[in-house]
């Protein structure tokens, strides 16, 4: 593995692992807040988001630890993806979020 290539990987295991807390924080500011209109699916679109972020961390540390060329490419692409799928959803569920506390 090149040297670009676990940079980016090290930058994206630190990311997913941060915005994973965020999500959980999210989820529990939320339910905390007892907000009923809404609550449910943002509760739920960030705990997807948190999901797919610890997945996506997973998938980063795999990549980091594994010697096949093929392997690590495969992984950082899926990491790739699970990141892009769970940054839109946890944006999606702040506009939600936003619109129904305003």
Do not use: P
């Not at 295991?13 to 989820?27: E, F, K, P, Q, Y």
């Not at 339910?31 to 797919?52: C, E, K, M, Q």
């Amino acid at each position: 593995m090149d040297n670009n290539t676990r940079e980016e990987l090290r930058h994206l295991l630190s990311t997913s692992g941060t915005m994973a807390g965020l999500c959980i924080t999210g989820t529990t500011l939320f339910s905390t807040l007892g907000r009923t209109t809404g609550g449910t699916v943002v509760d739920d679109i960030f705990v997807i988001s948190a999901l797919f972020f610890l997945l996506c961390t997973y998938c980063v540390f795999w990549a980091l630890r594994t010697k096949h060329q093929r392997t690590v490419q495969l992984l950082t692409r899926i990491a790739e993806g699970l990141f892009a799928v769970a940054l839109t959803a946890m944006v999606s569920a702040g506009f939600i979020m936003t619109y129904t506390i305003w």
